[in-house]
């Protein structure tokens, strides 16, 4: 079959296309913000090893489950559903999946707008001389409780995120991820590099990298499996209508590890940067310290200001995570955009708008959490609506997907489709086990653990 076969729809442009995209979609403020602030939040190094067999033995597994349904149906969550399971209750969670990807996208849009601030704090000199923990907490308080700031740069993102999907699959996201997420990896190595050069720098990295197994519990488990599927988009359907545009001479599961394997890289490179640069300030008590949604924006301007050629590596650095950012906040509005374009007929164009103007509401009240207005700081909006939507929305996601697959499709008519392109699935019984046996059980335990928590 022809990549360009079902061209009315949009298609890739080629195999390695797919890859970056898929790439793009995962690799974002997942990895750079939200992997560092789990970490901290969440006993450090046992929380890194927790989500590495998190994303090997469930995350992978889901990806690859959501690569199949895509390819195979050719359709958005609910299409994909429906195709599949016509006339059944399945295809509420595709209607999850599309809600979903509009909850991630009002806040995280949020932070994002924080990234496009902090490119211009770069360009404008901000992070030049040195900067103790408290004046990078200082800059970062004032930036982000000014209302007027925050929503013009909240406003960006979705401008500039509506824009690119209207304009389809081939000439707006694959264009963007070709060229630029490999410089970003680059950059990221540097400043890992320099990272780990300060002086005290040990500290960190035994806090990162030397696990304290007392600390390892059911709350842990949870958000590192949950931190897996939102690094990896999986869990919302992101990735089953990315797959919808592939052709069948691609191979599912060698793309799904090359997506694993980048994703967890520039995660665990995030935090080689952050935590050795964090706790060579004398401010920093490793025990007291609590991690909240500032780390990051906190964390590199110190390490920009401590490193020769600190500006021009901050001005990179900031627009490198820009691109990263806007591939994910693309896959995250083509979820439902795809929807309205399959099943209700509409443009493009006039679904983006709409889903864009959508997400704008329902991420005003995050927009004003942190320090606008102070009922919602009160009731910490953000951390609440990341709660509800990510480790909620994209756990149960994910859990409605591999019963779907395993119980619903059943796993020989998954394995034909994983077949083309693939001829010889070396890890087929283990994958079989894990979406049939562990990928679910796994996850209903630690929801029933996680609600009565909470
Ligand atoms: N994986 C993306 C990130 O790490 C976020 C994302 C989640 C994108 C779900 C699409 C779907 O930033």
Known sequence: MDYHED?????????????FAAAGSAIGLGNIWRYPMM????????FVFTNILAVIFIGFTVMLAEFAIGRHTRKNPVGAYNAIKPGTHWKLSGYLNVAVGIGILSFYGVIAGWAVGYFFKAITG???RDLSWFDSEAIFKNFTADPLVVFVCFSVILVLTVFI???????????????LMPAL???IIFLAIRALTLPGAGRGLAFYLNPDFSKFNGTVLFFAVAQAFFSLSVGNGAMMTYASYLSKKDNLVSSAGWVCFFDTLVAILAGIIIFPTLFTSPEIVPGEFVADTG??????PMVLSKMPGGYVFGVMFFTLLLVAV???????????TAFLVDEKKWTRRKAAIVLGALAFIIGIPAALSNGGVKLFTKWGVMI?????????????GALLISVFLAYAWGVKNALKEISFGNSRFKLKALWIFNIKYLAPVVIVILLIIIINIF
């Open 7 to 19: 061209s009315a729809r949009g298609a890739w442009g080629s195999k390695i296309a797919f890859i």
């Open 39 to 46: 970490v901290g939040l969440n006993g450090g190094a046992i």
């Open 126 to 128: 901000a992070f030049r």
């Open 165 to 179: 999907i209207s304009k389809g699959i081939k000439g707006g996201i694959e264009k963007w991820s070709k060229i």
């Open 185 to 187: 990896f680059i950059l």
């Open 295 to 300: 780390l990051m924006f906190q964390v590199f």
């Open 326 to 336: 806007l591939t994910s906040t693309l896959s995250l509005l083509e979820v439902p």
């Open 384 to 396: 609440k609506m990341d709660f509800i939507f990510i480790s909620l929305g994209m756990t149960i």
